[in-house]
């Protein structure tokens, strides 16, 4: 795979990864169980769910508790020096 090719899988993930958020964040998470594949796994403190509608029933009981708080932040850098040639990566 060539540097590229590796852009394009970071950048799509990333953009899954941020589609998903929103979704969970603004939308109570009504449709993030379509980001999962159907033989999914899903696990939170409490207890495991395997596929999509085992998914959509917890975001769905998540709406029923209604409003909550909740604060994330998802970061991450990488450097890599390479001869004289400094690449980053957020």
Do not use: P
């Not at 540097?3 to 009504?30: P, S, T």
């Not at 980001?35 to 959509?56: L, P």
């Not at 769905?60 to 850098?77: E, F, M, P, V």
């Amino acid at each position: 795979m060539n540097h590229i090719e590796k852009l394009a899988i970071r950048q799509a993930l990333e953009a899954l990864a941020v589609d998903y958020w929103y979704e969970v964040d603004f939308n109570w998470g009504q449709d993030a169980h379509a980001y999962y594949t159907e033989d999914a796994v899903f696990t939170t403190s409490q207890k495991s769910r395997t596929g999509r509608a085992a998914i959509a029933d917890f975001y769905n009981a998540r709406q029923a508790r209604r409003a909550r708080r909740c604060t994330w932040c998802r970061t991450s850098a990488w450097c890599r020096c390479r001869r004289s040639a400094w690449t980053a990566t957020t």
